[in-house]
């Protein structure tokens, strides 16, 4: 592991996404309830774009697996599962996540950059929340190429630079979640179809409109929450579609 992305893990070990969501200990039955209900409230479009059970009895990598909610979703479906991490906690809290809901997955820590498996691996790469925060996205974007199956399919999920939260974050000076991170990276749709153009085909789709957070107090809650984010999606979707905040990428090998 190169001395850069040695930073990004010791960051992810201390600062797991979305630990703060849930009342109840890291850990317990019920924190990682309210850690799947609340990833799916935020992130709704997935169950529409990701169809879990359509991978039962595939090789499936979840690539920066963070807790393992995906994890779950892929195991419960029959899916043979691997999930890696470069944070040695984040593996810890998936393998307990596992245990407690009765499912097996093959988990270890590993670098995205230096992926530990043979070429041709997997049928499907799920890499969410990851090229944003490596060191190094080209290699990232090559690995995931590389133990891809042929005719596999991957997924990377990636920051919009030309979107609503980043023009909102600059005018409200709030920093983003995460902001303090090694590494945080941003992209156009132009960029990230570049960084991508390895693949047989890349199809991109701008998501992530605003939803109610439940991160935010105080009198930016009540502005966030009461004020922008009704009247955002009262908005027609098709003048604001290309400014979603996430871009989800399918890219056919």
């Given at each position: 592991?190169?001395?850069?992305?040695?930073?990004?893990?010791?960051?992810?070990?201390?600062?797991?996404?979305?630990?703060?969501?849930?009342?109840?200990?890291?850990?317990?039955?019920?924190?990682?309830?309210?850690?799947?209900?609340?990833?799916?409230?935020?992130?709704?479009?997935?169950?529409?774009?990701v169809d879990f059970d359509?991978?039962?009895?595939?090789?499936?990598?979840?690539?920066?697996?963070?807790?393992?909610?995906?994890?779950?979703?892929?195991?419960?479906?029959?899916?043979?599962?691997?999930?890696?991490?470069?944070?040695?906690?984040?593996?810890?809290?998936?393998?307990?996540?596992?245990?407690?809901?009765?499912?097996?997955?093959?988990?270890?820590?590993?670098?995205?950059?230096?992926?530990?498996?043979?070429?041709?691996?997997?049928?499907?790469?799920?890499?969410?929340?990851?090229?944003?925060?490596?060191?190094d996205t080209p290699t990232?974007?090559?690995?995931?190429?590389?133990?891809?199956?042929?005719?596999?399919?991957?997924?990377?999920?990636?920051?919009?630079?030309?979107?609503?939260?980043?023009?909102?974050?600059?005018?409200?000076?709030?920093?983003?979640?995460?902001?303090?991170?090694?590494?945080?990276?941003?992209?156009?749709?132009?960029?990230?179809?570049?960084?991508?153009?390895?693949?047989?085909?890349?199809?991109?789709?701008?998501?992530?409109?605003?939803?109610?957070?439940?991160?935010?107090?105080?009198?930016?809650?009540?502005?966030?929450?009461?004020?922008?984010?009704?009247?955002?999606n009262a908005l027609p979707?098709?003048?604001?579609?290309?400014?979603?905040?996430?871009?989800?990428?399918?890219?056919?090998?």
């Open positions: 592991m190169s001395a850069a992305n040695v930073r990004v893990s010791e960051y992810w070990n201390a600062h797991i996404h979305e630990l703060d969501v849930s009342p109840h200990p890291a850990g317990s039955r019920e924190f990682f309830a309210d850690l799947d209900a609340y990833h799916f409230e935020k992130l709704h479009h997935l169950l529409r774009l359509a991978w039962r009895g595939t090789d499936v990598l979840d690539l920066g697996c963070g807790a393992g909610v995906e994890v779950v979703r892929f195991a419960r479906a029959g899916a043979r599962v691997t999930g890696v991490d470069l944070a040695e906690s984040a593996i810890g809290l998936t393998r307990r996540n596992l245990a407690l809901q009765g499912l097996d997955a093959r988990l270890e820590v590993a670098d995205g950059e230096a992926l530990p498996f043979p070429s041709a691996s997997f049928d499907f790469v799920y890499a969410h929340g990851v090229m944003q925060y490596t060191t990232l974007v090559s690995e995931v190429h590389r133990v891809l199956r042929s005719g596999g399919l991957a997924m990377f999920q990636a920051y919009n630079r030309i979107s609503w939260l980043n023009l909102l974050s600059k005018v409200m000076k709030v920093p983003l979640e995460h902001e303090d991170a090694p590494v945080i990276r941003r992209y156009s749709i132009d960029e990230l179809h570049r960084l991508l153009r390895p693949f047989a085909s890349v199809e991109i789709v701008p998501e992530r409109f605003p939803v109610k957070s439940r991160l935010h107090k105080g009198w930016k809650a009540a502005a966030f929450n009461g004020l922008f984010v009704g009247t955002f979707r098709a003048w604001v579609r290309r400014f979603g905040w996430h871009l989800l990428a399918f890219c056919r090998k």
